[in-house]
């Protein structure tokens, strides 16, 4: 199985371009006006012009209105839309209806009843996120540098398409992929020199953890 790479919170041609090289499967752009990596829909169309067709493009939003994915879908045109706030299962069908994208809904995740409301959107997400609960005092859902805990992961049904995220960084990547199996995974400030601030030899290194993390993955499959 390959996995999906999603780098998220970009902002510049460099950190694009070294994403996308290094094979990224999803960079994501966030619409949020209180966090760091926050972009307008304009520069964000640009950054996603530099590599469109070779990556999937995810517009990340927090319970944003019509009137503002609108905008952000018209500018950036992405592939999918990832719903990081507290959206209802019924906002998330209307969203698919009136766009006609996929939907990824996150969820912030601390102990096994946090992966129970998933429940009224399976079959209406198309995927989902789990990233960890923000530390006291944050008002950012995502993008904070903590994780939770990994072997929560395998309370949920194997049907269940995911994202891994939280605080994922080249240190740390190898365990949580064997641990959980994830299918997809999400770096954000993991690969950052600063919030907001994307390091290129970060972003290399985590990819080089990933490379190495799916080879050994791999062999242990082929021992048993």
Known sequence: MTLDIKICG???EEAVDKAVALGATHIGFI???KSPRNIEPADAGSLADRVRGRVKIVAV???ADSDTL???VDQLSPDIL????KESPERVLTVKAVYGLPVIKAFSVREADDLRKIDPYVGIAD???FDAKPPAGSELPGGNGVSFDWNLMHLLDASVDYMLSGGLNKDNLAEAIQLTGAPGIDASSGVESAPGVKDLGLIEAFFEAARNA???TAVAGRGK
């Open 10 to 12: 970009l902002k510049t």
């Open 31 to 33: 619409f949020f006006p």
């Open 61 to 63: 939003t927090v319970d």
């Open 70 to 72: 609108d905008e952000i």
């Open 82 to 85: 990832q719903l990081h706030g």
């Open 127 to 129: 995927r989902f996120l």
């Open 214 to 216: 799916q080879s050994e």
